[in-house]
């Protein structure tokens, strides 16, 4: 039977004695640049270095008003909401919520908005919202951004988070817009 450890620099041995604990202690544990020693009763295997996908288990938030005129221009001008997160890293977009404020006139045209990586094709976004009943509406709403299932997601790498209309630029409406983005930087492995 193998016993797995994970030694952290500067902290106590964890071990795991079957694939449960493993997958488990890995997900707990701040296991970048740290080792895995897989000992077994026959045969000595060795010390590995090890990187996961992990990077930050802490969600980040930020919260991104719009104007009006923000909201005309998400085609021509996609705003960054994500910065780059680094070399070897990506931006993993965990939970989006938008606030439509309503003005006087619906919005009308643009299909969006979206969330997509900067430099990723239009339509490889994130999530997307449903237009005609968030910014298209003649009344205030809330809603969730719904994660893109019908396309592959590609991830890229160092890459910030755009928010974009997919088509062309929305028109003649005034309301503005809040997003509440939650996001998670992981490592490329």
């Known amino acids: 039977m193998q016993t797995i450890k ?16 493993f997958y488990h202690a890995l997900k707990h544990s ?14 000595q295997l060795g010390t590995v270095d090890v990187e996961t996908a992990g990077g930050s288990d802490t969600p980040q938030t930020v ?13 021509s001008n996609p705003k960054l909401v994500v910065p780059p997160p680094g070399v070897g890293k990506y931006a993993r977009v965990t939970d989006v919520i938008g606030k439509y404020n309503f003005g006087t006139i619906p919005y009308t045209g643009g299909f969006g908005p979206y969330l997509k990586y900067a430099g990723a094709s239009p339509a490889e976004q994130i999530c997307a919202f449903n237009n005609s009943f968030f910014f298209q509406a003649p009344n205030s709403r809330i809603c969730t951004g719904i994660s893109n299932i019908t396309n592959p997601l590609v991830i890229v790498e160092n890459a ?30």
């Open 6 to 21: 994970l030694k952290r620099k500067g902290g106590a041995a964890m071990e795991a004695v079957n694939t449960d604990k």
């Open 30 to 43: 701040n296991i970048v640049d740290d080792l895995i020693i897989i000992n077994d009763i026959h045969f």
């Open 63 to 75: 919260i991104i008003p719009h104007s009006s005129a923000d909201a005309q221009t998400w085609f």
């Open 160 to 189: 910030g988070v755009e928010l974009y209309a997919q088509i062309a630029n929305p028109a003649n409406g005034d309301g503005t817009f809040i997003f509440i983005i939650k996001y998670l930087i992981q490592n490329i492995f």
